[in-house]
């Protein structure tokens, strides 16, 4: 196509909703509210929040009316927003068409841990373990309740590998009834070992791990606070990523950031890359911990926490210029769910098999069992979304895809401001460019 191509489709699902808009030469348009653009050499690149299309423009005056079919321009005088609502309510319809059933386990082992990190969220759970009895329900569970070929599972605590047994019973149990299934870890990294890393990419389907690091070597050590260590826990880990890594086992080593560490993370970057290179297998990705911690127990200044804002932001790019895996916002659009808690095709399973929807609130809440065997529904008000944004979201072209639940902790607070905007802008930003040079390399 003259004058433009397309980088990423638009979603079937939302334009099957919008319909194309018809151009009318006599009509006067504008840039869509939910259209982010940026500039790439002598290209544009439009990125629709709405659809989750991705245009590269090369000659807009040609390019123009494709990109007014496809809602990247409106019509001068469209309220978006208003009709935001409708939208969600009916993809959210299209999408209970389907039959119920889940595809995203996430499977806690137990609630124990051999960290001691004095952010912890789940500091004050009750300490429980699964029982091979209530593995072998979970296998059961998982067979009655699957939607789709393949059932995707994601170990986590507590530290999940304090229970590997099981790890093992779930998994012997979906291979013996004959279940596809592939699994992911969060993990502290510490107790991996090569007969659990061969067990692991065996029987256990293991395709990712994510590692959280508290900062350079002695931070991590000191935050963490693992028990029984006779060596140095980082350097440890670090043995383990290794290991791995060598075992086909890709690594997502995620950098928790506060004002006592931002300064030396660039460090422990750099010295991750530099051990291992620029392996496809690795990752990173960054989180304040003040958007992490649920007791609110970490707090910064206005200006600390534009820094570290800036300072991740900085690395990310950094990271993006050398070619190596960063974590960043996926481009999906619009979409029926916003996260976990009202993604219908998710279940979190605690030790002791009672069912949640979020890791966050399973220690207060649990909504069923696997004991009945049965398809658990969501309360109503896991769809309720609030629209009441403010000010700060007016201007926003995420504004039609961020929709916090009333139920989550986090909204409980101020849903954004102007230093998480700007961050998740440039997040946004980065996430195209990435898009954009993945593409450049496969087809040119």
């Not at 990310?316 to 808690?341: D, M, Q, W």
Request: glycine letters at 4%; hydrophobic letters at 35%.
């Amino acid at each position: 196509m003259e004058g433009f191509r397309i980088i990423r489709e638009a979603s079937f699902a939302v334009m099957s909703l919008c319909g194309e808009q018809k151009y009318n030469f006599t009509r006067q348009y504008r840039l869509s509210d939910f259209i982010f653009r940026c500039e790439i050499g002598d290209s544009s690149l439009f990125y629709s929040c709405l659809t989750g299309e991705l245009v590269e423009v090369t000659k807009h005056e040609k390019a123009f009316q494709y990109l007014v079919r496809h809602w990247f321009y409106v019509e001068k005088d469209l309220n978006e927003k208003e009709n935001v609502p409708k939208l969600r309510k009916l993809l959210l319809a299209l999408d209970k068409r389907d039959k119920p059933g889940y595809n995203r386990f996430e499977i806690l082992t137990t609630t124990n841990c051999n960290a001691n990190c004095s952010y912890c969220y789940e500091n004050g759970f009750k300490q429980m373990s699964m029982s091979k009895d209530t593995a072998m329900k979970v296998v059961q569970y998982i067979k009655n309740n699957l939607c789709g070929f393949e059932a995707n599972i994601r170990w986590y605590g507590g530290e999940p590998l304090m229970n590997t047994k099981a790890i093992d019973w779930i998994s012997e149990g979906l291979a013996n009834q004959g279940i596809a299934f592939s699994s992911k870890m969060i993990s502290n990294g510490y107790l991996f070992s090569d007969n659990i890393i061969q067990k692991a990419t065996k029987n256990w389907n293991l395709k990712n791990v994510r590692i959280t690091l508290d900062g350079a070597e002695q931070t991590h050590n000191k935050i963490k606070q693992f028990k029984n260590t006779s060596q140095s826990p980082f350097l440890h880990i670090m043995n383990n990523v290794e290991l791995l890594l060598s075992a086909g086992v890709s690594v997502t080593i995620r950098i928790n950031v506060e004002k006592h560490n931002v300064e030396e993370i660039k460090e422990v970057v750099d010295q991750i890359c530099i051990r291992f290179g620029k392996t496809k297998l690795l990752d990173f990705m960054f989180r304040p911990l003040s958007n992490t911690n649920r007791l609110s127990t970490i707090e910064s200044s206005v200006e600390a926490r534009r820094h570290i804002y800036n300072r991740i932001n900085e690395i990310k790019t950094y990271l993006f210029e050398k070619g190596i895996g960063v974590n960043s916002r996926e481009l999906t659009g619009l979409t029926p769910h916003s996260c976990s808690a009202d993604d219908r095709r998710y279940l979190l399973i605690k030790p002791n098999g009672e069912l949640a929807f979020c890791p966050e609130d399973f220690d207060v809440k649990q909504y069923g069992s696997i004991s009945n065997g049965e398809y658990c529904f969501r309360p109503s008000s896991y769809y309720e979304y609030r629209y009441d944004k403010g000010t700060i979201c007016n201007d926003c072209p995420l504004y039609i895809c961020c929709y916090p639940n009333s139920l989550c902790p986090a909204s409980k607070k101020t849903v954004c401001n102007e230093i998480h905007k700007d961050s998740i802008l440039k997040d946004l930003e980065l996430s195209i460019k990435k898009e954009y040079r993945n593409y450049i390399i496969v087809n040119n």
